[in-house]
């Protein structure tokens, strides 16, 4: 993966916290913990995204079916179709 180099401003008691971490050798570097964190932060931002998406074609019609239907030609398959294809 690669870097990029970027000035922010965050809160200062965040950079306590960080600076304590990286003291007690729980994180090797500042900038480890912003990656961690940023990383962290993403990945349940991503799935409230998801849960939302999911709860929105939960309620439309058409995907359903088209789910369902899907869902049934694949049980045909796996139980075994007859004859050859």
């Not at 729980?26 to 998801?50: A, D, R, W």
């Not at 088209?66 to 398959?77: A, P, V």
Request: charged share 30%; proline share 1%.
């Amino acid at each position: 993966m690669s870097t990029v180099k970027s000035t922010i401003n965050i809160n200062s008691e965040y950079m306590d916290e960080l600076k304590f971490l990286v003291s007690k050798n729980i994180i090797t570097s500042l900038t480890e913990g912003i990656n961690q964190s940023l990383e962290l932060f993403i990945k349940e931002k991503k799935k409230e995204l998801y849960e939302k998406q999911l709860a929105a074609a939960a309620n439309d019609k058409d995907f359903l079916e088209r789910t369902l239907g899907c869902q049934s030609d694949f049980d045909k398959k796996e139980n075994g179709a007859p004859g050859e294809w």
